[in-house]
């Protein structure tokens, strides 16, 4: 496994560098195999992205490895945006959004993360427990821009409870 934290040295995004560590994966026991997907993560590649992809939504995946997966998939950077998206389309739950929307958060200025994201803080379809935490995150997320997302999302939502959970997040950040 020693090989395997010099190939995930910080800053080596190779294609082959991910292959080599992928080829791995059948092999790696325990802890080893957290080691190979944090060593993939730092590949910056594209192939290494879509094995973590492939890793979270593996139903014969241990559960613990999914979830780090899922946790280590923002750490690619705008590519992984469209997999995190992917994610929350094949398991939309309240877990998943607690990791999809920091993740996206990341990267609210690619407008497929935006719209995700505006569209978990506003849409009725949505569980409101997932609303009221990104509705929380917005501020964070989209800073300024925030104000007006928070606005229309009162305006528009016209139940007391959604509104009543806007207003206090609108006077601590504006």
Excluded: C
């Excluded at 791995?24 to 957290?34: I, L």
């Amino acid at each position: 496994m020693e090989a395997v934290q010099i190939l995930g040295k910080e800053g080596i995004a190779d294609d082959r560098i991910a292959d080599i560590l992928i080829s791995r994966w059948p092999y790696a026991e325990g802890g080893h195999r957290s080691d190979l997907l944090k060593a993939l993560t730092r590949s910056h590649t594209e192939s290494g992205a879509a094995f973590l992809l492939e890793r979270a939504l593996d139903p014969e995946e241990e559960m613990e490895m999914r979830n780090i997966a899922v946790t280590l998939l923002p750490n690619f950077g705008e590519v992984a945006v469209p997999m995190i998206i992917e994610l929350w389309r094949e398991q939309p739950s309240y877990g998943m959004a607690q990791i999809v929307v920091p993740g996206l958060g990341r990267f609210a200025d690619v407008p497929a993360a935006r719209e995700l994201l505006v569209e978990l803080a506003s849409s009725p379809k949505v569980d409101d427990r997932i609303r009221r935490d990104t509705l929380g995150l917005i501020p964070v997320i989209f800073k300024k821009e925030g104000y007006e997302i928070l606005m229309q999302v009162a305006a528009v939502d016209q139940r007391a409870d959604i509104v009543r959970y806007v207003e206090p997040i609108l006077t601590a950040y504006y």
